[in-house]
């Protein structure tokens, strides 16, 4: 698109303290799958948008959010220390009942049902009826900003950082797609509590996705 640019990205630690904001009585507790990728950017904004944010990177830490936030980064190393850890079979069993989840970029792999391109042997969580192809628009120097249209999601068009961002390729009938680029490839995703995007909302300072993710949050707190 026109209002593309390129997007350099730097690298964000993937260390922590395992709870980043103080506790407020009535803020949703909301864990961020803290291996690898940024982490601490979406934990800023959870925060600024009133949550208790919890660093989640085993099944304990799992058992006291009421909503997770899977973040970008590499989905195959998300992947592989999910299963190290003990997580995977845990994060299947919260989704399953209904756990609110949203996933960006790598996140929105490990949510997707279906890989195309995926690493050898390489799983998912799952959860969302949908195709997403790896590294759909190219390496990390093909990264780029654009805006998008985001009248579903109320006011002005959304600006999206893609970085080896991935797209929704199919979506199976349990899925809803809600947000297409201008050329009508897919890069948002819902399916009941689930919500997955394949940009960065947190980098470039959108809220309106994670406030949308925080409404479903307390709904079922």
């Known amino acids: 698109a026109d209002s593309a640019k390129r997007w350099s990205a730097s690298t964000s630690p993937t260390w922590l303290p395992r709870t980043v904001s103080p506790s407020v009585a009535g803020s949703p507790q909301v864990g961020v799958l803290a291996y690898q990728g940024d982490v601490r950017e979406h934990a800023h904004m959870l925060s600024l948008l009133g949550a208790d944010?919890?660093?989640?990177?085993?099944?304990?830490e799992l058992a006291r959010v009421?909503?997770?936030?899977i973040p970008g980064g590499e989905s195959s190393v998300i992947d592989k220390l999910t299963r190290m850890f003990g997580m995977l079979h845990p994060l299947r069993e919260r989704i399953a009942t209904?756990?609110?989840?949203?996933?960006?970029?790598?996140?929105?792999?490990?949510?997707?049902?279906?890989?195309?391109?995926?690493?050898?042997g390489q799983q998912t969580i799952g959860g969302?009826?949908?195709?997403?192809?790896r590294n759909a628009f190219g390496a990390q120097a093909e990264s780029f900003e654009t805006t998008i249209?985001?009248?579903?999601?109320?006011?002005?068009?959304?600006?999206?950082?893609?970085?080896?961002?991935?797209?929704?390729?199919?979506?199976?009938?349990?899925a809803t797609a809600f947000l297409t680029l201008d050329d009508g490839r897919i890069v948002g995703v819902e399916?009941?509590?689930?919500?997955?995007?394949?940009f960065h909302p947190e980098v470039s300072g959108e809220t309106r996705l994670h406030e949308r993710f925080l409404a479903r949050v307390r709904a079922v707190a």
Not at 53 to 60: D, I, K, M, N, T
Not at 66 to 69: E, K, M, P, Q, S
């Open 66 to 69: 009421d909503g997770l936030v």
């Open 53 to 60: 944010v919890v660093l989640v990177r085993h099944p304990a």
């Open 191 to 198: 399916q009941g509590n689930l919500m997955g995007t394949s």
């Open 128 to 133: 969302l009826d949908v195709t997403v192809q």
């Open 98 to 120: 209904g756990m609110p989840v949203y996933g960006t970029c790598a996140g929105l792999i490990m949510l997707a049902d279906r890989i195309e391109g995926a690493a050898p």
């Open 149 to 174: 249209d985001a009248s579903v999601l109320g006011g002005a068009p959304l600006h999206a950082a893609f970085i080896r961002a991935p797209i929704v390729s199919e979506v199976g009938p349990a």
